[in-house]
């Protein structure tokens, strides 16, 4: 906004100045500034490029504001072919290379005007029906002016792109050579010397001969201001980094314990600031170095490149940590458990949009400074097919993080066990899924393999359960194995986090020790700490309940019988029993008094309706 006014203030002033005198081309100018610049004929194009040129001079030799002549040179920026110049860098090439060509022309010799081809002329070939004139070159030289065919400056005479693009290298071979008569002398180096927009003749008077003297295309006086600039600029952004970072890591201590705890971890708000302060000092920077000190040509470029990609740097990370803080604000708005699966799908869509809007920043800046961004996006698909086989797995990796986060297999502190890795979940991201192992490594599963592989998800669990045997002496009587069963019943059925309507408590089988009691049941805890707590306290009723009945567990033995020692009578041999009486005995055990089918009835099957006998139900 301020270069506009500015423009607008010397256009006035020139008005002012040229007011009611004769109308020559530059009065022409001052009365009527927003006209069109004449381009219809070499001729009207190289007239009105000198004439601008010409007054622009005659305003700085006079002394009046800058700004005056920057807007004349403007004007003759109009007479040259511009059109493929990045948008950034059109104004800062269009004026350098204007000055120098108007140096060049200065120094040669010029054919008259009326040799020139003009509007007239152009005009007639039209009317006669003949090919237009595509190109007219100044006499001895390779400076040309041609006839743009597209675009919106289509049907205009022009300086060539060419000739735009070697304008350096012909002021170089011409500048040691004199002046033409009416020449507007030194107006480049007048131009480089000046601070700030437009032209002052004067200035040089103002500077020590030393300060003005020239190294590498630049005088001492820019190159030691722009070293201070740049200077100054990096040390205040690496302050400004550095002071957000300290102040969003800052601890506080515990009144109780007195330990140092973070305040502003996950804020962050403090280096958005300072982010944000650098971009705009970056900005500032490159203000100074583009519209006071003048530095030109590749210095010129290639620092304003520089300062711009830091800018480009410095909004892409304020952007994504906007961005991703916005999702932040999202998971504690909605109240969210911060490890949630709807959680991790929030913050994995935010760095999605951070993706996204970096890439934006980054082709759209390309697309300023004349890198050819949108081009290489474009032939991305000519190539597509070779680029999605090199980030193929890339891509599946992505798209089985989001289908593990829709879907939630499993969650965020979830124990797992995903091909033969067994571990508690501890992250999800765009690439693989992290396991905590029970030895405390870090196992990180490609997400395409674990949106394939079967997943046994063991913090899903409502119920975990408990599954073991207790084995009792082979001397222990029936009365008390059944006394025992009933009391392991009761334990179970008493213990508030079992699942009441399913659980066993048998005598299983004969094993090589002792009698084999199947001990089977599921108690609701919500983790592995809590399970294995239970465990603990049933287990241990257990053994109260054991040692009140006078029951031992048996261990692992071996007994050894010895039919006769020296000194002993030989074993007893079998009674004498027939086979009768064997059998009455046996069937006692089936329908007789010794039959138990259901047991002493001190121990009561738990969940299961005993069966009736078919009498019965009849």
């Known amino acids: 906004m301020l270069k506009q006014v500015k423009l607008l203030l010397g256009v006035s002033l020139i008005s002012l100045a040229c007011f009611g005198t004769s109308n020559t081309p530059a009065q022409s100018i001052s009365q009527h500034p927003l006209a069109p610049v004449n381009t219809r004929s070499p001729r009207s194009t190289l007239e009105q490029f000198k004439t601008n040129l010409e007054e622009a001079y005659r305003v700085a030799s006079e002394n009046r504001p800058a700004v005056e002549s920057q807007f004349l040179i403007q004007r003759a920026l109009r007479c040259l072919n511009l059109e493929n110049t990045p948008l950034e860098l059109r104004q800062n090439r269009g004026f350098d290379a204007a000055l120098m060509l108007k140096e060049v022309l200065d120094r040669v010799e010029l054919p008259s005007f009326d040799k020139i081809p003009s509007d007239e002329e152009i005009e007639k070939r039209v009317e006669d029906d003949k090919s237009p004139l595509d190109v007219w070159t100044i006499p001895n030289t390779e400076i040309r002016i041609g006839l743009v065919t597209e675009g919106p400056r289509r049907g205009e005479y022009l300086f060539t792109e060419e000739t735009v693009r070697r304008v350096p290298a012909f002021y170089e071979r011409v500048r040691n050579l004199p002046y033409k008569e009416d020449a507007t002398k030194n107006i480049f180096e007048a131009y480089q010397l000046t601070p700030g927009a437009g032209l002052d003749l004067t200035w040089e008077k103002r500077i020590p001969d030393w300060a003005q003297t020239e190294f590498a295309g630049q005088a001492i006086w820019q190159w030691a201001t722009l070293a201070l600039t740049l200077a100054v600029t990096l040390i205040v952004c690496l302050a400004l980094l550095r002071f957000g970072r300290i102040l969003d890591n800052r601890t506080t201590r515990d009144p109780d314990t007195q330990d140092e705890q973070p305040t502003h971890t996950t804020s962050l708000g403090w280096t958005s600031l300072s982010l944000l302060g650098c971009t705009i000092l970056a900005g500032l920077a490159c203000r100074l170095i583009d519209d006071y000190l003048n530095i030109t040509g590749m210095v010129r470029e290639v620092t304003l490149l520089a300062l711009t990609v830091v800018i480009v740097y410095f909004i892409c990370r304020l952007s994504m940590l906007l961005i991703l803080r916005i999702g932040e604000v999202m998971i504690r708005r909605r109240q969210l458990s911060p490890k949630g699966a709807s959680s991790q799908l929030i913050r994995l869509c935010s760095r999605l949009v951070a993706l996204i809007v970096v890439v934006a920043i980054i082709v759209y800046t390309a697309q300023l400074i004349g890198l050819p961004a ?49 571990g508690t979940v501890v992250g999800v991201d765009f690439r693989s899924t992290q396991i905590r192992t029970f030895y405390d490594s870090t196992v990180a599963i490609p997400n395409s393999k674990c949106v394939s592989a079967t997943i046994d998800n063991t913090g899903a669990r409502v119920f975990r359960r408990i599954n073991t045997t207790l084995t009792i002496r082979y001397d222990t009587p029936p009365s008390r194995i059944e006394a025992f069963l009933e009391g392991i019943k009761q334990i179970i059925q008493n213990n508030p986090t079992t699942r009441k309507d399913l659980f066993y408590v048998y005598l299983n089988d004969f094993g090589p020790d002792g009698y084999d009691i199947v001990l089977y049941l599921f108690v609701k805890v919500p983790g592995r700490a809590e399970e294995l707590l239970q465990r603990h306290r049933i287990l241990l009723e257990i053994v109260r309940l054991a040692a009140a009945l006078d029951i031992v567990f048996a261990y692992p033995t071996r007994t050894l019988e010895i039919d006769t ?37 001190i121990f009561t099957a738990p969940n299961i309706q005993e069966a009736k006998p078919d009498s019965e139900k009849s």
């Open 374 to 422: 949108y081009s290489v996006i474009t032939g991305l698909g000519v190539g597509g097919l070779a680029i999605s086989f090199a980030a193929q797995q890339s891509l599946s990796n992505m798209i089985g993080s989001l289908v593990i986060l829709i879907t939630r297999p499993y969650e965020i502190g979830d124990v797992v066990n995903i091909e033969c890795n067994e």
């Open 565 to 601: 020692m020296p000194g002993q009578s030989a074993r007893p041999p079998y009674p004498d029993t027939s086979n009768a009486e064997l059998m009455r005995i046996a069937e006692e055990y089936g329908a007789g008094e010794n039959a138990k089918p259901e047991g002493l009835g």
